[in-house]
């Protein structure tokens, strides 16, 4: 078994994700990248279609390289994505960003708060690898997201509006602004603006602590005024976005963000919180066959039963970062019984992972859907890895 927390290996496991993506994924048509990749050819399967998501995890993906990595083509990729991301999803007349484009063409102009989170993150990350004007970018993207999107009152992200900023999505949800909170984490870590921290800490408390249910787990879907909607998608409980039932991938991504966090605050809570929110997750782990499953339900049974790899990517960073907190061998030991799964189930021959698996870890053949998970997740868990464990 390799050393999961040498620096050297974490490195190459890095390098392997981004192999898998570049340059295939460099769209010379239209600009930008192509995410449709399949996991297992390494083939593109739909070069016009882009997402976001996409978009800005790309974006962030390739600043991080360029700091890990050191190498002049990993800078160029992220202000690719960049100029992109600025010129393309960028709507100039009426403010924010488009949500799918066809090549260069809108066709889903929403604005999304969980997107517009990840734009703002991309430019922070661009700004740190000194990509040019990434961080004017950053400020007004995050002006947007403060003007449009965050409820004072609440101390919360609303979900979205329309195309022309007119009618608000009646929805809130835990997920866009665990992201939100994620951005301004990592706005704070490259510019060291208080205003970055000081909301990332009210996000991470209103939802870790003001709305967790008696038993200390986070819902996923609250009504307009934040009350929890507990039959919001009850009947739909395998949707790409909202699913209905507890996500044990959400609580340990939530661990890892707090004691992020705890290294930057001078409060308890977050050190308190993040390894409680670690233990709720492995009631959702697989203890025969490993893995996560995707959704519990109130006595914690699986309700989707599949596996996602996105959810081992974030035990692997909560383990490594709470290993640091605390110097806790038990999270070591965690961080290593991740990285076995992983390689074991969800790493595909190309060096990219498996969107998902089956409950006996059969992964499914890729999808034609946009793809919002270029490697966003496995090349976050090498990053958090290294910098708590490595170097």
């Known amino acids: 078994m390799p050393d999961y927390a040498d620096s050297h290996w974490l490195r190459g496991h890095l390098r392997g994700v981004l192999d898998h993506y570049y340059p295939t994924c460099v769209d010379e048509t239209h600009g930008g990248f192509v995410a449709q990749l399949d996991a297992d050819t390494g083939e593109v399967y739909d070069p016009d279609a882009k997402h976001l998501v996409a978009a800005a995890r790309f974006t962030r993906n390739f600043a991080l390289a360029s700091e890990v ?13 960049v100029e992109f991301l600025h010129k393309r999803f960028r709507d100039a007349e009426r403010g924010g960003y488009h949500w799918l484009l066809d090549g260069t063409t809108p066709t889903d102009s929403r604005r999304v708060c969980y997107g517009h989170a990840f734009v703002v993150l991309a430019y922070a990350r661009a700004a740190d690898a000194g990509v040019q004007n990434a961080g004017k970018y950053l400020d007004q993207t995050w002006d947007l997201l403060d003007e449009r999107f965050f409820e004072p009152e609440h101390g919360l992200y609303r979900s979205g509006w329309d195309a022309d900023w007119r009618e608000a999505d009646p929805y809130r949800g835990q997920n866009a602004n665990m992201h939100a909170c994620e951005a301004a984490l990592v706005a704070y870590e490259v510019t060291g603006h208080q205003r970055y921290l000081d909301r990332a800490a009210t996000v991470a408390k209103r939802l870790c602590v003001d709305l967790s249910t008696g038993d200390g787990r986070l819902w996923e879907h609250f009504e307009t005024d934040w009350t929890p909607d507990f039959d919001y998608n009850r009947d739909d409980p395998a949707h790409q976005f909202r699913p209905w039932g507890y996500q044990p991938g959400h609580h340990i ?20 919180r993040a390894p409680e929110l670690f233990e709720t997750a492995l009631d959702g782990w697989d203890d025969d066959s490993g893995g996560f499953y995707y959704t519990l339900d109130e006595d914690g049974d699986p309700v989707v039963d599949d596996k996602y790899s996105w959810e081992v990517a974030e035990g692997i960073g909560a383990a490594a970062a709470l290993a640091e907190r605390t110097d806790d061998d038990w999270y070591r030991e965690w961080y290593d019984r991740f990285w076995d799964y992983a390689l074991d189930t969800v790493v595909a021959p190309t060096g990219g992972w498996y969107e998902r698996v089956s409950p006996e870890n059969d992964p499914y053949p890729t999808g034609d859907d946009p793809v919002v998970e270029p490697g966003y997740h496995p090349i976050g868990a090498c990053y958090e890895s290294l910098r708590s464990l490595g170097e």
């Open 69 to 81: 990595l050191g190498e002049v083509k990993w800078r160029e990729a992220a202000e690719r994505g």
């Open 253 to 272: 991504e939530w661990a890892k963000l707090l004691a992020v966090l705890d290294r930057h605050l001078d409060a308890r809570w977050p050190g308190q």
